[in-house]
C-alpha cells in the first residue's frame, strides 16, 4: 500500500487551504465523517466551518483550556454561529499543558517528544483525546485531526480515537501533512511572538 505525505516547507496561510482539501479528499475516501480541529482564536475554525459547507463533514472545534492565558483567545461569539452550522466546540483540559499536577512532568516530556515530529501532530493527540473525553467521539471511531503552527493548520492525520483513560487505544492511521522542518519549543515560541494574532 503506497500513501502520498505533503510536506509544506514553509509556514504560509495558503497551507491552510491545502490542508482542508487534503482532509477533504481523504475523509471522503475513507468514509469519515468527523473532523477534529484546533482553533486559538476561532479564526482558523470559521475558514473551516465555510470550506466544509455542505460536504457532509461535522467539525469538533478545541480551543484552548480557559486559565491557559490571561485571557481567553478564542471569540465566545463565534460558538454560536458554528453551532448553528451544525458543529460543536469543545473546551476542555488540555492534557499536555498540566505540567506539575501531582508533581510529575510527564504530559510535558510527552508533548516535547511528539514536537519531535511537529507541533501539530502534538496537537492533534492532544485534541482527539479531548474530544473522546467530551464524548464528542467514541472509543475507536476513525476522524481526522487538524492542527498546526503558530496559527492557520498545517498538520492532518486520520486517528482511531481514544479517551486518555485508555491512551494505548489511541492510533495513528495516516498522516496527510505536516511541515517538512518543525520548530522546536523554544524556537515556536520565537516565532509566535513576532506574529500580530494566532489563529
Known amino acids: 500500500?503506497?500513501?502520498?505525505?505533503?510536506?509544506?516547507?514553509?509556514?504560509?496561510a495558503e497551507n491552510?487551504?491545502?490542508?482542508?482539501?487534503?482532509?477533504?479528499?481523504?475523509?471522503?475516501?475513507?468514509?469519515i465523517k468527523k473532523v477534529v480541529l484546533a482553533s486559538t482564536?476561532?479564526?482558523?475554525?470559521?475558514?473551516?466551518?465555510?470550506?466544509f459547507k455542505g460536504k457532509g463533514i461535522k467539525l469538533i472545534v478545541i480551543p484552548h483550556q480557559f486559565g491557559f492565558r490571561e485571557t481567553h483567545a478564542f471569540r465566545q461569539e463565534l460558538v454560536q454561529p458554528i453551532k448553528e452550522a451544525g458543529h460543536e466546540v469543545h473546551v476542555g483540559t488540555m492534557l499536555?499543558?498540566?505540567?506539575?499536577?501531582?508533581e510529575s512532568n510527564v504530559p510535558t516530556l510527552m508533548a516535547n517528544l511528539?514536537?519531535?515530529?511537529?507541533?501539530?501532530?502534538?496537537?492533534c493527540f492532544e485534541i482527539t483525546l479531548m474530544a473522546t473525553d467530551g464524548g464528542l467521539v467514541t472509543i475507536g471511531e476513525k476522524v481526522?485531526?487538524?492542527?498546526?503552527?503558530?496559527?492557520?493548520?498545517?498538520?492532518?492525520?486520520?486517528?482511531?480515537a481514544s479517551s486518555s483513560r485508555n491512551l494505548k487505544k489511541l492510533r495513528v492511521n495516516e498522516i496527510l501533512c505536516k511541515?517538512?522542518?518543525?520548530?522546536?519549543?523554544?524556537?515556536?515560541?520565537?516565532?509566535e511572538k513576532?506574529?500580530?494574532?494566532?489563529?
Open 1 to 12: 500500500m503506497e500513501r502520498t505525505i505533503v510536506y509544506f516547507e514553509d509556514m504560509r
Open 16 to 31: 491552510t487551504d491545502t490542508t482542508f482539501r487534503l482532509v477533504e479528499e481523504r475523509g471522503r475516501t475513507l468514509g
Open 41 to 51: 482564536t476561532g479564526a482558523t475554525a470559521m475558514k473551516a466551518v465555510e470550506f
Open 96 to 102: 499536555f499543558h498540566t505540567e506539575n499536577l501531582y
Open 114 to 123: 511528539l514536537r519531535c515530529f511537529c507541533q501539530g501532530i502534538k496537537v
Open 144 to 160: 481526522i485531526a487538524i492542527a498546526g503552527t503558530g496559527r492557520g493548520a498545517d498538520t492532518a492525520l486520520v486517528m482511531q
Open 179 to 191: 511541515p517538512l522542518n518543525p520548530l522546536n519549543v523554544e524556537e515556536l515560541r520565537e516565532w
Open 194 to 199: 513576532k506574529l500580530p494574532g494566532k489563529t
